[in-house]
């Protein structure tokens, strides 16, 4: 039977407060751009259909709070992700320094079944601030960081004048699907949506 | 199959193509998805949505009997009243400080009107603390970094100090801290302290308090535009933040493309500026004066000034909204150092911003709801897992099918209703609904913790407010004891006088009627969480269950929770047949629609029976 099966991609967004990860969400998914996205509690999420490749895919995108209080609620939100987008402001280096314990703390709490292949994407946002004069981490910088965590692809982004988000999402979707497909090894590819279990993770729901 | 029919999908439908979102899914469900037509139209047709099922009558000015010097003469009455429907917008503005306890019940307008001043000096001087601190960052900052104000990074540690004093202009707020907090060590300001030090730990705690302060606060919904009395009741009041339901995704896919905040309606009609620096001083030199005169500081930080002023979208009047709550919140930060801030504390903020044109009355109104609100925001997450353990508990014990489905879902844990317990559903209900909301609780609050006091034989109305006032006077003269904000003794004497200062408000307002907070403490110490044990199994029901299951150490859970459960419970049906897996349980609850009386009648049911039990087991 040829493959029409619907497939579903769970992107998680992390990153500190404030470095756009609402934006990037929305100018991506609406085409809009606000100034105005409230601070995120807990997480919200929004779904888009792409087309990689041959396939029609749905991406699930959620969005995380940024604040870390709280951080270790997240794995409720980390489960059966695959990929995770990591954003940092470009014009604070503290953003861009926390991606570390952003990528750990994921890792930790998602348990990826193959953390070291696991699939992030890098943004650094906020390009356009003051014509990039305000900025302070460098593009280089960025990726030898990523490099070195095992060659993560890297976009400079600005969600206010839509600038690379739609590569960057293009991204996401592909290598979320990479790693998506290798899960699903066991699925059959006609899902009986009548069935009491979820038919894509089975790690999900263990207590 | 169809790649998007059927089972789970369902609930994911609307965002076939290009994927509407949550929030705007929620807003087109009220009938609010013209958001262009203008905040007014929309007020209305939602606050008739809202009246609509309405049980009760809200409580109106002829309900509060009053004697001529304004002593509420039936106050249990009016509890009830505001337990069963909440309080006309009109009445918000008088009844809220008392529902909340920052007056007692018991005073006479005369003497409200002498602790609103009291209220007003401590405000002041909390104020003066926050701008104390940011000229001491300033300070360090342009001893070592140039003079970059960098908005958005806090300053890293390991600044050294070098004659920090020269650059702040010869201002006297801790001078006048220091005189107004009695004895505490005399050199508030003298910041001169000639060697190297690390960014003193509170200070670099206040600085990514008030950094995130500032950046939630241009982003907080407080909108005027709305002169339907759905808050407030009084125009000048400003009330409403529009009606909608208002999740973190801003419905932006209206009209133009502008962000329904852009298209607020007039602008209040009488924006109070940011205070000018001489105003700052004058307040400074005579906090008294300025509390009797009821001249409260709005203190402008470089950072607020940066990000409000620097906010094209903005006009000045949402601006100076804005700069309150930053001046609200950030005096929070000092007053409660251990919660700081927190985000979804602004939201809860902006409430009492848009109600009370008196700075210090909104502070002390939230400083109230904080008291329970805080335990959501600790650090350990135990408050927070309590209280989503105790929806659990609601649920296991009057649907334990549901609580079993929840269970195989690996949603037992209620995480779903996260934010609703943080924000205690402010951005899930229209505003008007939520306050109605939090009035019932408070209602519900202070006749319990009235029922406690009358049981234990404690602390009767006029003790309490004997005991307040030698708070007062004690915490003033001596500026002693209390959990500082500082912990670095190596910071020199300038903050360690600021943090003293900061305790010694702190316990000064913790001082206000101690009887009401003397049976929150109570409560929340009953509030330990329940052990994961003695599930019930099959039909078990509530009365079987409490006893068992939790042996009656919890108090019962209080009467949001309850309705949180009961917006849970409506959504039965949806649970039991559309969820699959862990996450559709999380997608219900992101987008959703609350029927707001029929949840209210049904947190009513359960309260009751948490409550008469109660009663059994302690008799």
């Known amino acids: ?207 | 199959m169809s790649r998007t029919g059927g089972g789970k999908e369902v609930l994911s439908t609307a965002a076939v193509v290009v994927g509407v979102g949550v929030g705007v899914a929620a807003f087109a469900g009220l009938g609010l998805a013209g958001a262009a037509f203008g905040a007014g139209v929309l007020s209305a047709s939602a606050f008739d949505s809202f009246t609509a099922r309405r049980a009760k009558p809200p409580l109106q000015h002829e309900g509060v009997k009053r004697d001529e010097q304004g002593y509420i003469e039936n106050w249990p009455k009016v509890l009830k009243a505001v337990q069963d429907g909440g309080v006309a917008p009109e009445l918000r503005a008088e009844l809220w400080p008392l529902l909340l306890g920052v007056f007692p019940h018991t005073s006479t307008q005369q003497e409200r009107s002498r602790e609103l001043e009291q209220l007003r000096r401590l405000y002041i001087k909390l104020v003066l603390v926050c701008r104390e601190l940011d000229d001491q960052l300033q300070a360090l900052r342009n001893s070592t970094s140039g003079g970059s104000n960098g908005s958005g990074t806090s300053g890293g540690n390991g600044v050294a100090v070098a004659n920090g004093a020269d650059e702040a202009p010869a201002d006297s707020a801790g001078l006048s801290v220091r005189s107004e907090a009695g004895s505490a060590s005399a050199s508030a300001l003298q910041l001169g302290t000639r060697s190297p030090v690390p960014l003193p730990g509170n200070l670099a705690a206040f600085a990514e308090a008030h950094r995130i302060i500032v950046m939630d606060a241009v982003r907080t919904d407080l909108r005027r535009g709305m002169q339907h009395p759905a808050i407030g009741g009084r125009a000048s009041i400003g009330p409403a933040s529009g009606t909608g339901p208002t999740l973190t995704i801003l419905p932006v896919a209206v009209g133009d493309g502008l962000p329904e905040l852009m298209m607020v309606g007039p602008p209040p009609r009488d924006p109070t500026a940011p205070s000018t620096e001489a105003e700052l001083a004058e307040i400074a030199a005579d906090p008294g004066a300025a509390a009797e005169a009821g001249q409260l500081p709005r203190w402008r930080s470089a950072l607020a000034h940066d990000m409000l002023w620097g906010a094209a979208h903005l006009d000045d009047p949402h601006r100076c909204q804005m700069l309150r709550l930053v001046n609200i919140l950030s005096a929070y930060a000092v007053h409660d150092p251990e919660t700081g801030y927190c985000q979804g504390m602004s939201d809860l903020a902006a409430v009492f911003v848009q109600l009370f044109d008196d700075d210090a009355l909104a502070f002390a109104c939230f400083e109230r709801l904080m008291r329970s609100a805080r335990r959501n925001f600790k650090h350990d997450e135990t408050g927070i897992r309590h209280q989503l353990q105790q929806i659990a508990r609601v649920l296991r014990d009057t649907d334990p099918t549901l609580y079993r489905k929840l269970q195989q879902l690996g949603a037992e844990d209620c995480m779903f209703a996260y934010r609703m317990v943080v924000v205690m559903l402010r951005r899930e209900l229209p505003p008007v609904a939520c306050c109605t909301l939090w009035e019932m609780q408070w209602a519900h609050e202070a006749a319990e913790g009235e029922a406690c006091a009358a049981a234990g034989g404690g602390l009767g109305g006029s003790s309490s407010r004997a005991s307040f006032r030698q708070q007062q006077t004690g915490a003033v003269a001596g500026g002693e004891g209390g959990e500082g904000v500082s912990r670095t003794s190596s910071d020199g004497a300038a903050s360690a006088a600021t943090a003293t200062a900061a305790a010694g408000l702190r316990s000064t307002v913790h001082g206000l009627s101690e009887a009401t907070a003397s049976a929150r403490a109570a409560a929340a110490l009953g509030q330990r969480p329940a052990s994961s044990g003695g599930r019930q199994s099959g039909s078990a029901r509530l009365s079987a269950a409490v006893p068992d299951g939790s042996s009656g150490e919890d108090q019962p859970p209080e009467f949001v929770l309850q309705f949180i459960a009961a917006v849970v419970r409506a959504q039965r049906g949806r649970i039991m047949t559309d969820c699959r897996e862990h996450d559709d349980v999380l997608r219900l609850f992101n987008s959703l629609q609350i029927e707001f009386w029929p949840s209210v009648a049904q947190a009513r049911k359960q309260h009751k029976a948490y409550v008469g039990l109660g009663a059994v087991v302690r008799g």
Not at chain 1, 51 to 76: P, Y
């Open chain 1, 1 to 207: 039977m040829a493959s029409r099966k619907r497939t579903l991609l769970k992107v998680i967004i992390l990153g500190d407060s404030g470095v756009g990860k609402t934006s990037l969400m929305n100018q991506y998914v609406n085409k809009k751009f606000s100034s105005q996205y409230k601070a995120t509690i807990g997480a919200d999420f929004l779904t888009k259909e792409v087309q990689v490749d041959d396939r029609l895919v749905t991406m699930q995108i959620w969005d995380t709070a940024g604040q870390e209080r709280f951080q270790s609620l997240g794995v409720a939100f980390y489960r059966g992700a695959d990929c995770c987008v990591l954003v940092y402001d470009v014009n604070s280096s503290k953003t861009f320094d926390n991606l570390e314990n952003w990528r750990d703390e994921f890792l930790i709490q998602a348990s990826p079944s193959d953390p070291d292949n696991f699939p992030f994407v890098v943004l650094g946002n906020k390009v356009d601030v003051e014509g990039g004069k305000a900025r302070q981490v460098s593009e280089k910088k960025a990726k030898q960081w990523c490099g070195a965590k095992g060659g993560i692809p890297h976009f400079d982004t600005s969600a206010k004048e839509d600038l690379n988000v739609d590569d960057a999402f293009q991204t996401i979707a592909r290598n979320a699907l990479k790693n998506e497909s290798e899960e699903e090894l066991y699925i059959p590819e006609t899902v009986d949506v009548n069935a009491q279990a979820a038919p894509r993770r089975a790690q999900s729901s263990c207590c």
